[in-house]
């Protein structure tokens, strides 16, 4: 064995606990990031759910305005809590489309009279089609989309208040 | 109180790894100087080493029996007890509880260090006394170190004012007899590789390299290897029937975490003996002997210290992370300098031919670091990728497609090995040996190919490999005299049959199984496989600290079959509030059925996963076979060594 390939070991256990070291130091990101993001919109065409609403479809997206599409349920009570916010945002000019997971008419229509209606047209989605599309695993869930159609930010879980400020900023910052 | 005494013995103990440190390191140095060696003083020194490391091991286990009284006692003044434990656990789960979590894992892991270390300094007579001594030194300086961390970062002793009035109680999935017996078994394999690791620290440090010496640590590292294998072993069917995903290895990073040491410590297994054999491979020997234990502390690292996402992360805590770090820069970076100053003084062993019994262990070691190499970089991949800001996991995918075909190789060199002579073979003569093997291969390769139809390339040839193997592991014994054959080459012999067993049921559990998910009504019977399987209804159980509901499935295997039943459950603990799944299974001689219990649905529908896993349990049978082979050999070198030196004795 050569004088300097004996050194490789020890180079290779140096190289290894300067790996773990900066793996510790390093604040753990745990976030799970979507693999949707930077993507465009799948193809749908979703009929409406309550008479008073549009429902949605593909081309109602890519107009030039960046819009948020939401994931909800009447069934489901973190959309109950994330209501007040999803009014808030609407009041800061956000638009914000809905779809509708596994749903009725009727109970929707009471859901929206309970707590605020922040929607601009809801899709009937009675299958999960276009969550499975999306890629979303729950309700709620809100994707931001921009003004091309493409897929920003994948928000999984209700919308809290402090998170209401960063998203009224991300929307307006995107053309 | 006992609190109090554990915590002293645990002091006593680390005082007393300093003081064996330092008598060893003086007496080594000074039998090292011809002025000083033959002086009382340096007899003294040496003599008192022994015993020191006696006493300190007892101490260890005086203070890991003590945190198990205490366990049992339920004494909730004492933090850990109040945060792992809960007064209406079962007594074995309060027993288990004492290593269940970081500061009681980590005492055992020095009670067994310890332990080993008193066990070398009472029962070693194979080894030069210098060696021998600074062996125990480098032991001490070892235990040191994990004392320092205990102590200092993880007193598992520590009291709570004002003690609650019940603990948090045990993960759920912990309480299952498996978690009794595969922590302790696994340590006991660890952390009896810091042994070898000290033998060769010893012997770079008394430049004491050869025959006798690996004969004097083969033993050690054997008992450490049939240790892993069995925790080993025991760890996957813990996981394969308590998770109830059906499957026995996830390489999960603390599955690959002691999967490494186990492939270290195989391939130093086989170094070893040729380095006693045949005086060869003495460098390499002494670096296995380094990389083997260096796994076991990464292992320890990985698991403690969070830095990976795994369900074995106790402690997420970056200052005890920093701790085993700095633990594992010293020891493993020490030793590694110390190979590289010392191992040119090392002389050359003996050369041999390539094709040799020798040639085939070389192959065995590259082969085997090959697969220790992709596993560990499969492991701390994702810490790499995470710097360049791409976040992944490694899995399955990886490693069965980069170790696989590796491992394949592996078990052909595996086959041949043993039927090649020492130091030079001629190749026409060992084809010879193999050609029924080989054939063995071929017609099953042939069979299965055209019975099955259309299953994958790496379990048809894992099958027709492990018929192979089968037959050329037995084929040592041909024409041979049972009776005189020694005990380690049967030891040997089982082990790769154990093997090939275990790779036959991991490639018929690849290739066969069946799984169904359905919504299942009740009376509606469901197919898997060749059973039958209908839901006859749910009920609600009671256990000691769970309620669960109960389903009763019976089972019936073609039309004609007797009935029977299984009872899989959906558990709910309320100390932590978890549910669990336990999955029932029946085994048969060709196979195990594997079901599990589901959620309802709204029209009383419950979701049942079914599996068919023909011969499924080969894998652990196999298993237990490679530990049985491993116990013979041990046991075999060790009647022999003792004859030997009976022998040796009487001539003298």
């Given amino acids: 064995m050569s004088a300097r390939l004996i050194w490789i070991p020890f180079a290779v256990a140096l190289g290894l606990l300067a790996l773990a070291a900066w793996g510790l130091y390093q604040p753990a990101d745990r976030t799970v990031r979507s693999a949707l993001v930077g993507q465009t919109l799948p193809a749908f065409d979703l009929p409406p759910i309550v008479p008073s609403k549009p429902g949605l479809a593909t081309a109602q997206f890519a107009t030039g305005k960046p819009r948020l599409l939401n994931i909800f349920a009447s069934w489901c009570i973190p959309c109950v809590a994330e209501a007040p916010q999803l009014l808030r945002l609407k009041q800061a000019g956000v638009v914000i489309d809905a779809v509708a997971i596994r749903d009725t008419p009727a109970a929707i229509a009471d859901f929206l009279a309970r707590n605020g209606d922040p929607y601009a047209a809801i899709g009937d989605d009675k299958t999960s089609s276009l969550q499975l599309a999306l890629g979303s695993s729950g309700v709620p869930e809100t994707f931001v989309i921009d003004g091309r159609g493409r897929i920003v930010q994948q928000h999984v879980g209700d919308i809290r208040e402090d998170e209401v400020p960063g998203l009224i900023a991300l929307v307006r910052g995107l053309k | 109180m006992i609190a109090e005494a554990g915590l002293a013995a645990l002091w006593f103990a680390a005082a007393l790894a300093a003081l064996q440190l330092l008598l060893a390191a003086m007496g080594v140095w000074r039998s090292a100087k011809p002025a000083l060696a033959e002086a009382s003083m340096t007899e003294d020194l040496m003599r008192a080493v022994r015993p020191v490391a006696v006493v300190q091991g007892v101490l260890a286990l005086v203070a890991m029996l003590l945190l198990i009284v205490l366990f049992v006692r339920s004494d909730m003044s004492v933090l850990l007890v109040a945060e792992n434990s809960h007064s209406a656990k079962p007594l074995m789960y309060k027993i288990a509880g004492a290593w269940g979590n970081h500061e009681g894992s980590m005492l055992l892991w020095v009670t067994i260090l310890g332990v080993a270390g008193a066990a070398v300094a009472l029962l070693e007579r194979g080894l030069a006394r210098p060696t021998l001594i600074a062996t125990l030194g480098a032991q001490a300086a070892i235990a040191l170190g994990f004392y320092a961390f205990l102590l200092f970062s993880s007193n598992p002793f520590a009291r709570i004012d004002p003690a609650p009035a019940d603990g948090n109680g045990l993960n759920p999935l912990l309480q299952d007899p498996g978690l009794a017996f595969h922590p302790p078994t696994l340590y006991i394999g660890y952390v009896g590789i810091s042994i070898a690791f000290s033998f060769a620290v010893g012997a770079m440090v008394t430049r004491d390299v050869g025959p006798a010496f690996a004969r004097a640590m083969r033993p050690w590292v054997l008992a450490a290897w049939i240790f892993l294998t069995l925790g ?304 006859d209804g749910v009920k609600p159980v009671i256990g000691p600290n769970w309620s669960a509901i109960e389903a009763r499935l019976s089972a019936r295997r073609g039309n004609d079959g007797g009935v029977f039943y299984l009872r899989p459950q959906s558990r709910f603990f309320s100390n932590p509030v978890t549910v669990t799944s336990e999955s029932a299974i029946a085994t048969r001689w060709d196979g195990q059925l594997y079901t599990v219990l589901g959620e309802p649905d709204a029209q009383g529908r419950w979701q049942l996963r079914l599996w068919w896993k023909p011969f499924v349990t080969l894998i652990w049978l196999g298993g237990a076979l490679v530990a049985l082979g491993g116990a013979l050999s041990l046991i075999g070198r060790l009647t022999r060594g003792r004859r030997e030196r009976g022998r040796g004795e009487a001539y003298a």
């Fill in chain 2, 232 to 535: 080993i072993t025991a760890g996957s069917y813990w996981a394969y029937y308590e998770l109830g995903w059906g499957g026995w290895w996830f390489w999960d990073p603390v599955e690959n975490a002691s999967l490494m040491p186990w492939l270290a410590a195989t391939a130093l297994l086989h170094s070893v003996t040729v380095l006693a054999t045949r005086d060869g491979l003495r460098a390499w020997t002494l670096m296995l002997a380094v990389v083997a234990f260096s796994m076991s502390m990464i292992g320890t690292f990985l698991v403690r210290s969070g830095i990976l996402t795994s369900v074995h992360a106790f402690a997420v805590d970056p200052t005890r992370g920093s701790f085993i770090l700095a633990l594992l820069a010293i020891y493993i970076g020490g030793a590694l300098l110390l190979f590289a100053l010392r191992v040119g003084t090392v002389r050359a062993g003996t050369t041999f031919d390539f094709v040799s019994r020798e040639g085939a262990l070389v192959a065995n070691n590259l082969l085997l670091t090959v697969i220790l190499g992709v596993v560990l970089i499969g492991t701390l991949y994702p810490i790499v990728a995470a710097g360049f800001g791409t976040q992944l996991s490694v899995g399955p995918p990886f490693f069965d497609k980069a170790a696989g075909p590796v491992a394949l190789v592996l078990i052909a060199v595996m086959a041949v090995g043993p039927l090649l002579r020492w130091r030079r073979d001629s190749a026409q003569a060992a084809i010879a040996r193999v050609t029924i093997p080989i054939a063995v291969t071929g017609v099953v390769l042939i069979v299965v190919a055209a019975t099955t139809g259309g299953i994958a390339l790496l379990p048809l040839l894992g099958l027709a490999l492990s018929a192979g193997l089968a037959a050329a592991s037995v084929a040592p014994l041909w024409k041979r005299n049972l009776r005189r054959t020694p005990l380690f080459t049967y030891g040997m012999v089982i082990a790769h049959l154990g093997i090939a067993v275990s790779l036959a049921g991991m490639a018929s559990d690849t290739a066969f199984t069946q799984a169904t998910l359905v919504a299942a009504r009740v009376g509606e019977p469901q197919r898997v496989g060749p059973y039958l399987v209908t839901l």
